[in-house]
């Protein structure tokens, strides 16, 4: 399939969402970005996320970009920007604040031509099946009058993936379909951190939003399908878990009916521990 972009064809992928902690409080946050964005003010706004502090910058009705800071979470501003204001908002960000770390970044590729929404869903069905990913079915899919949505992976997982029809949503071209990334990246471990290892958060900062997609296996799949390109891989996954968590996730999942019996046996978790660690040094003496 070939890609269009319908708002600018010279460009094939774009952040559709961009969201990060900078290293800067509020006053130098807003001296730094306010220049940016012609005929634009701030305004208070509602704190979320357990921050105090609320600001957005607007240019009339349209929110530029929202900005939170204060309370537990530190005076370093968290900014997010969404739909087509994130393009210029992580480009701001990246030229003028280069040391943040990105909690959220949606990479979003347009497709316009005949049958897009068919070729679109048998591709990504294949890459779930073969993955053995997750599939939402939303929206009108027996009149398909109103608009239909795939979201594909876990609500809860790093990296996750939808597909809508998006001139229908916005009541433009019926074969606009929009097929986005949606990838968080997570912290580092102790163990990660004391290797060394940077961030994942901070890698995230300096990839292109095509390159969101290489972040786990069926993503790549999934653009390679509807593109032909294949993006550098950067599984996700790997940033987040050590060699340690990954044979403990195996060993729980292998033995999780023992597990089950030993409590039963026992009667509390406490008494499961004692159990194991009485065994475990029985062993090795």
Not at 132 to 143: A, M, T, W
Request: glycine share 8%; aromatic share 10%; hydrophobic share 35%.
């Amino acid at each position: 399939m070939s890609i269009e972009l319908a708002q600018s064809p010279d460009v094939t992928c774009v952040f559709d969402w961009y969201q990060a902690t900078t290293r800067v409080g509020i006053d130098e946050f807003q001296d730094t970005v306010s220049d940016v964005y012609d005929y634009a003010d701030w305004r208070t706004t509602k704190a979320t996320n357990n921050y105090h502090h609320g600001a957005q910058l607007v240019t009339g009705d349209r929110v530029v970009l929202t900005a939170l800071w204060g309370g537990p979470n530190g005076s370093n501003v968290h900014a997010f920007s969404t739909g087509y204001e994130a393009r210029k908002f992580s480009s701001v960000l990246r030229e003028r604040l280069p040391n943040h770390s990105v909690t959220r970044a949606d990479g979003a590729l347009d497709f316009i031509e005949v049958d897009a929404w068919d070729n679109i869903e048998r591709m990504a069905l294949h890459v779930a099946d073969k993955y053995k990913i997750k599939v939402q079915h939303l929206g009108d899919f027996h009149n398909k009058l109103d608009g239909r949505t795939l979201n594909l992976g876990g609500v809860s997982a790093d990296v996750r993936s939808t597909i809508y029809e998006k001139g229908k949503q916005l009541g433009e071209d019926p074969n606009w379909v929009r097929v986005e990334v949606k990838v968080k990246p997570p912290r580092l471990t102790k163990e990660q951190f004391n290797k060394g290892q940077e961030e994942p958060r901070i890698i995230a900062s300096r990839l292109q939003p095509v390159e969101l997609f290489g972040c786990t296996r069926w993503t790549n799949s999934l653009l390679e399908n509807t593109t032909g390109i294949v993006a550098p891989s950067l599984p996700l996954r790997s940033w987040g878990k050590t060699d340690q968590q990954k044979a403990y996730a195996s060993m729980l999942a292998q033995y999780k009916n023992v597990f089950a019996n030993l409590l039963e046996n026992h009667g509390s978790p406490s008494a499961v521990g004692a159990q194991i660690y009485h065994d475990l040094k029985a062993l090795k003496k």
